[in-house]
């Protein structure tokens, strides 16, 4: 009989453990922090998002990609569209290499420092969010393994890091980026639209053009030979506003003339969240290429 209750005692014990284990594994995994920082001496708090891919560990070294999202969108927007999911399905399937994503929260900014020094969003990046997540999240080095992607004004933001950020990305994706050239700074300073929208006047000081002259996108990327050690990937949708097609396409063909190597896609879509996301692998793909490595 003592044996009998011993060994009921034992299956009891067996089966609560393995009902615990069951639920343990069932539990969905958090791949997606929420953080906050100040950085020093500005009395701002900066928030930011961080994914990591399934199963990650602390002890795996991955790559880093910075995503700057579109005007509207938020550190938030990465999660809420769904994106987390997709790099879940597609790093599972093995069609997306794994990778660490920080998302900073950057309002209507245009992801710049801006003229009247209220805002240095650049600067809060590079130099705050990014160290800290390096060193939070163990990831692989500057500037081989750290890569920028961004949506609409975060293509923009992405383009601008890529160079005026030196040595610190490797390779940029940008997904229907406005590419403001010649044509378009007069357009941009008088339209009534984005005055309302974005404070141009506080983000590139009173004078757009002037300010925009030497470190226009175009020009640096066509012209500056610090860019040229930058992997470069366009994407653009062939339903995207009308303008931001005819940019991307004269900027295309802009660096094709000058043997500039670069990748450009054409996707089918419009210029929204769920157009965009089916396009990650692609930009995912391409910014690590074949450079990452995972260590266990």
Not at 271 to 293: G, T
Request: with cysteine; net charge neutral.
């Amino acid at each position: 009989m003592h044996k009998q209750s011993k060994l009921l005692s034992v299956l009891f014990l067996m089966t609560v453990c393995f009902a615990l284990f069951s639920c343990a594994s069932l539990t969905p995994q958090k791949n997606l922090d929420y953080q906050k920082l100040t950085p020093t001496n500005t009395g701002k708090t900066i928030r930011y998002s961080v994914y990591t891919p399934p199963n990650w560990q602390a002890s795996e070294q991955l790559p880093l990609v910075v995503f700057l999202h579109g005007a509207g969108s938020t550190h938030r927007s990465f999660e809420h569209f769904g994106a987390n999911k997709y790099f879940d399905e597609k790093i599972q399937q093995g069609l997306m290499p794994r990778v660490i994503l920080v998302s900073p929260k950057g309002g209507f900014g245009f992801w710049e420092n801006w003229a009247d020094g209220t805002h240095n969003y650049r600067d809060w990046i590079i130099d705050d969010i990014l160290p800290t997540v390096q060193k939070d999240y163990n990831t692989l080095g500057c500037p081989d393994h750290c890569h920028v992607m961004g949506l609409s004004m975060g293509g923009f933001g992405a383009l601008r890091f890529a160079y005026l950020s030196d040595n610190t990305f490797s390779s940029v994706s940008a997904i229907s980026a406005p590419i403001i050239g010649k044509e378009e700074k007069g357009q941009t300073e008088n339209s009534f639209l984005i005055k309302l929208l974005f404070p141009f006047e506080r983000i590139f000081g009173k004078n757009f053009s002037e300010n925009y002259n030497s470190d226009g996108i175009e020009k640096v990327w066509l012209e500056n030979e610090r860019t040229q050690n930058v992997r470069l990937q366009l994407i653009v949708g062939d339903k995207d506003f009308k303008q931001m097609r005819i940019n991307n396409q004269r900027f295309h063909e802009g660096l094709s003339e000058n043997n500039i190597d670069h990748e450009y896609i054409i996707y089918q879509g419009k210029h929204k969240w769920k157009d965009w996301i089916p396009n990650f692998a692609h930009s995912i793909n391409f910014l690590v290429d074949d450079k990452y490595k995972i260590t266990q």
